[in-house]
Nanobody, 119 residues
């Protein structure tokens, strides 16, 4: 069965950094685009970043451009989200997800990992 497991969340001060990981298992995500989303309390889910599995093309939401970097390790079937210059407004539950291509519905979702940025 397909499984996406996020890790790396936690509490960090504003201006600090965290790296989230998303380990995919159950099938090879070689042809899938992998994305990160986040949802803060009382807010809608927001697109953060995505990376094509084979081509390495990255996409970013406007609120994180220049601060976050998405990458993938195909050998480990893992996607990373390096978050720098964190702000209190980055506080949210971060979710990893997989889709066949940008613009298509994300089929698989992880359980989420909490990121809290203190001011």
């Amino acid at each position: 069965q397909v499984q996406l497991v996020e890790s790396g969340g936690g509490l960090v001060q504003a201006g600090g950094s965290l790296r989230l990981s998303c380990a995919a298992s159950g099938r090879t995500f070689r042809d899938y685009t992998m994305g990160w989303f986040r949802q803060a309390p009382g807010k809608e889910r927001e697109f953060v970043a995505a990376v094509t599995w084979s081509g390495g093309t990255q996409y970013y939401g406007d609120s994180v451009k220049g601060r976050f970097t998405i990458s993938r390790d195909k050998a480990k079937n893992t996607v990373y989200l390096q978050m720098n210059s964190l702000k209190p407004e980055d506080t949210a539950v971060y979710y990893c997800a997989a889709t066949v291509a940008i613009g298509y519905e994300y089929e698989y979702w992880g359980q989420g990992t909490q990121v809290t940025v203190s001011s």
